[in-house]
């Protein structure tokens, strides 16, 4: 982001405010398309207009924006792969022998690979 536009950094940190606006006034069940929209416009308006004046902030808040965002983003992921591969009963460290896990046997295969190769 140091070396964007000015304004540019202006439309990002209005993308992801106003991300974060639709996030919380959605879980608090105050979001109507009318109070975006006027947030969407208020923003960019006040960060295009005073976009040299407030760069350095531009940069921190998209720094911080992204770094949260991303944590999110990685807790998720790791938490919806953790969910599936418990409910499809995949063990990826292989520690128990079971029966009901989709891994193929490693042992029972290991000499019909070393015959194809």
């Known amino acids: 982001m ?3 536009s000015p304004r540019f950094k202006s439309l990002a940190v209005t993308a992801g405010t106003s991300f974060w606006f639709f996030i919380i ?3 608090i069940g105050f979001f109507t398309l ?3 929209g006027i947030f969407i416009v208020s923003m960019i308006v006040v960060t295009q207009i ?15 924006n992204t770094k949260i ?3 999110l983003l990685f807790i998720l992921v790791i938490s919806v792969y953790g969910i599936l591969f418990k409910l499809l009963r995949i063990d990826l460290l292989r520690l128990k022998k079971d ?18 190769f």
């Open 25 to 27: 006034s959605s879980s």
């Open 50 to 64: 005073f976009t040299h004046k407030i760069s350095k902030g531009l940069d921190i808040f998209a720094v911080i």
């Open 69 to 71: 965002f991303l944590g």
């Open 34 to 36: 009318e109070t975006f």
């Open 2 to 4: 140091k070396t964007s």
């Open 99 to 116: 029966d009901e896990t989709y891994w193929l046997d490693a042992e029972s295969t290991s000499d019909d690979l070393r015959k194809q």
